[in-house]
């Protein structure tokens, strides 16, 4: 009447050492787990992180840039919103979260770079004299 039955019933004394085979079965699964958290879980929680305490570090007359590509200048702060001013006398509000980085005095930068290429030459000028 059910030709499969003994087959199933004889697998059953192949269930004893199923505590091993399950583990071994779930070793691939757990392993790229582990690598998900270290590669991608990890690492974005701490740039959240470090996210978080830049926002929560603000003051005024801090430069910063939006995700929107915005430049502007802290010029009030609220517990959710923020007033920038990009322009004299041009004030945006958004959110504290809207908020994407500290920016980078670009020309600072570049009159750094220039000041230390002038102190390069003068060396050699000297060194060559």
């Not at 582990?34 to 701490?46: N, S």
């Not at 007359?61 to 517990?79: A, I, S």
Request: cysteine-free; glycine content about 6%.
């Amino acid at each position: 009447m059910f030709p499969f039955v003994p087959d199933a019933m004889a697998q059953d004394g192949a269930a004893v050492g199923g505590l091993g085979a399950t583990f071994i079965q779930m070793a691939p699964l757990l392993l790229i787990f582990v690598i998900f958290y270290f590669l991608l879980i990890r690492p974005q929680q701490k740039k959240q992180k470090a996210h978080q305490e830049m926002l929560a570090s603000l003051k005024k007359g801090d430069r910063v840039v939006t995700n929107g590509g915005v430049f502007g200048t802290v010029y009030k702060l609220g517990e959710s919103v923020i007033t920038l001013e990009i322009s004299d006398k041009v004030r945006i509000q958004l959110e504290r979260h809207q908020v994407a980085r500290l920016a980078q005095d670009t020309n600072t930068k570049k009159n750094e770079k220039s000041d230390k290429n002038e102190k390069a030459e003068q060396a050699e000028e000297s060194s060559d004299k």
